[in-house]
C-alpha cells in the first residue's frame, strides 16, 4: 500500500461543475496536509493547507480532512479550464518526512 | 520576487558524467530541499537540508551528494550519472525546520542521461 494514494485521473468535468479530488493515507501520526496545484511542465505551488479535521474553504476551493478515515479531498467550484492541471497531495508525516501522492489530473471542458 | 532558482532548466548527460544542479532562494528559509518526479511516482525526496550547515538524506538519497553552501543556497551533485537518474529535478525550501509548512518549488531541471 502506498503511504499517500490519489487516482490517477484524468477527472474531467465540465465548466462550472465542481470537481472532487480523493487522497487516502496510511499514517495515522500525520498532522499536516497539503494540496499542490502543478501544471504542465511547471512546479508545484501550494493552493490549501488544513490541520484538522473538518472544512476549510479558500474562495473556490475547499480542503476536507476526516482523520479517523485517513481522508483528504479537495474541492474546486465553479471549475475553470484554468483550473486544468495535475493536483497533488502532500502528507507530512513527522520531522521531515512529507509524503506527496503522484497526483490526479484535472481536465475542465470548456 | 525570484523565490527559488534553480539552474540549469535542461540538461543531457551522458552515462558516467558528472554534473551540479544549483539552487538558490531568496525568502531567508532555514529548510531546503532536493526532490526527485518520475512519472507515476509522485515527488520523492532526496536529501534536505535543515538549516545552514545541515544535511540529511531523504528518501532516495544513492547515487546524489548535496552541499548546503550558505543559507541561501543548496546544491546537489551526481557522480556518476546512471539513466535510472534520469527525471525531473525540484529544489524547494521552507520557512521551519518542521517539515510540515508549504514548500515553495523552483522552476526545476528536466535531466535526462542517455
Known amino acids: 500500500q502506498k503511504e499517500v494514494e490519489q487516482n490517477s485521473g484524468p477527472l474531467s468535468v465540465p465548466e462550472g461543475a465542481i470537481a472532487s479530488l480523493n487522497c487516502t493515507y496510511s499514517?495515522?501520526?500525520?498532522?499536516?496536509f497539503f494540496w499542490y496545484r502543478q501544471y504542465s511542465g511547471k512546479s508545484p505551488e501550494l493552493i490549501m493547507s488544513i490541520y484538522s479535521n473538518g472544512d476549510k474553504e479558500d474562495g473556490r476551493f475547499t480542503a476536507q480532512l476526516n482523520k479517523a478515515s485517513q481522508y483528504v479531498s479537495l474541492l474546486i467550484r465553479d471549475s475553470q479550464p484554468s483550473d486544468s492541471a495535475t493536483y497533488l497531495c502532500a502528507v507530512h508525516t513527522g520531522g521531515f518526512k512529507t509524503i506527496f501522492g503522484a497526483g490526479t489530473r484535472l481536465f475542465v471542458k470548456a | 520576487n525570484a523565490g527559488v532558482t534553480q539552474t540549469p532548466k535542461f540538461q543531457v548527460l551522458k552515462t558516467g558524467q558528472s554534473m551540479t544542479l544549483q539552487c538558490a532562494q531568496d525568502?531567508?528559509?532555514?529548510?531546503m530541499y532536493w526532490y526527485r518526479q518520475d512519472p507515476g511516482m509522485g515527488l520523492r525526496l532526496i536529501y534536505y537540508s535543515a538549516s545552514e550547515g545541515t544535511t540529511d538524506k531523504g528518501e532516495v538519497p544513492n547515487g546524489y551528494n548535496v552541499s548546503r553552501l550558505n543559507k541561501r543556497e543548496f546544491s546537489l551533485r551526481l557522480e556518476s550519472a546512471a539513466p535510472s537518474q534520469t527525471s525531473v529535478y525540484f529544489c524547494a525550501s521552507s520557512a521551519t525546520p518542521t517539515g510540515g509548512t508549504e514548500a515553495f518549488f523552483g522552476q526545476g531541471t528536466r535531466l535526462t542521461v542517455v
Open positions: 499514517d495515522r501520526g500525520s498532522q499536516s
Open positions: 525568502m531567508n528559509h532555514n529548510s
